[in-house]
């Protein structure tokens, strides 16, 4: 696993057909899900278009806002570098050909469905994808491993999901804005020279 400390700095800005191309491989890349995972693979560790942190911010800004996640982080990406023409380059490439693909295989699994041999399949295609989604969480952690806020606010997030099943809206309604609260850039007050008046 690469660690987004020893990364080469950032590429310079893409323009808009490495937009398309590049949203292109990560909705390619992603069968079964996982496409978090293969967004920040390609668009921080192999094209370093943003470095891991505005990934992330990427990230929780596409989550916020409803609709898919990686529809709005495509949108995000594409806008942080050119505005609207980006923000539709980058979306072409995340919808367009996995769009025309998924109608053809759609198509397919209709006619085949029920052969056991294909459901083995897709559960192998599942795990991989969750296999991913778990390295993503990882490379998080990493980022906010020494901010105890921060994973008090995940585990506090995951607790109420996974085991009093609280719904989602609700939840982002209540812990997003005490997290942007917590967050919210404060002025420094640097100390006086000697000699100053405090």
Same mark, same amino acid.
């Given at each position: 696993?690469?660690?987004?400390?020893?990364?080469?700095?950032?590429?310079?800005?893409?323009?808009?057909?490495?937009?398309?191309?590049?949203?292109?491989?990560?909705?390619?890349?992603?069968?079964?899900?996982?496409?978090?995972?293969?967004?920040?693979?390609?668009?921080?560790?192999?094209?370093?278009?943003?470095?891991?942190?505005?990934?992330?911010?990427?990230?929780?800004?596409?989550?916020?806002?409803?609709?898919?996640?990686?529809?709005?982080?495509?949108?995000?990406?594409?806008?942080?570098?050119?505005?609207?023409?980006?923000? /539709?380059? #980058?979306?072409?490439?995340?919808? %367009? !050909? &996995?769009?025309? +693909?998924?109608? =053809?295989?759609?198509?397919?699994?209709?006619?085949?469905?029920?052969?056991?041999?294909?459901?083995?399949?897709?559960?192998?295609?599942?795990?991989?994808?969750?296999?991913?989604?778990?390295?993503?969480?990882?490379?998080?952690?990493?980022?906010?491993?020494?901010?105890?806020?921060?994973?008090?606010?995940?585990?506090?997030?995951?607790? /109420?999901? #996974?085991?009093?099943?609280?719904? %989602? !809206? &609700?939840?982002? +309604?209540?812990? =997003?804005?005490?997290?942007?609260?917590?967050?919210?850039?404060?002025?420094?007050?640097?100390?006086?020279?000697?000699?100053?008046?405090?």
């Amino acid at each position: 696993m690469t660690d987004a400390s020893e990364l080469p700095p950032t590429a310079p800005a893409p323009g808009l057909r490495q937009l398309f191309t590049g949203m292109l491989m990560v909705a390619l890349s992603a069968f079964g899900g996982g496409l978090s995972a293969w967004s920040q693979r390609i668009i921080v560790e192999q094209r370093r278009w943003m470095s891991n942190e505005e990934f992330l911010t990427g990230l929780t800004v596409a989550r916020l806002f409803p609709g898919p996640n990686q529809i709005n982080m495509a949108v995000y990406v594409g806008t942080f570098f050119r505005g609207l023409p980006g923000a /539709l380059a #980058a979306l072409a490439g995340m919808l %367009l !050909v &996995p769009f025309t +693909l998924l109608m =053809g295989v759609g198509l397919l699994y209709f006619q085949f469905h029920s052969l056991p041999q294909l459901n083995r399949v897709l559960a192998g295609v599942v795990a991989a994808a969750a296999g991913m989604a778990l390295s993503m969480g990882f490379k998080i952690l990493d980022q906010y491993w020494k901010d105890p806020v921060a994973l008090l606010l995940a585990a506090v997030t995951f607790v /109420l999901m #996974a085991f009093f099943h609280v719904r %989602l !809206v &609700p939840l982002v +309604l209540v812990a =997003g804005p005490l997290a942007m609260a917590w967050y919210w850039p404060r002025p420094s007050h640097p100390r006086p020279l000697a000699g100053e008046p405090r």
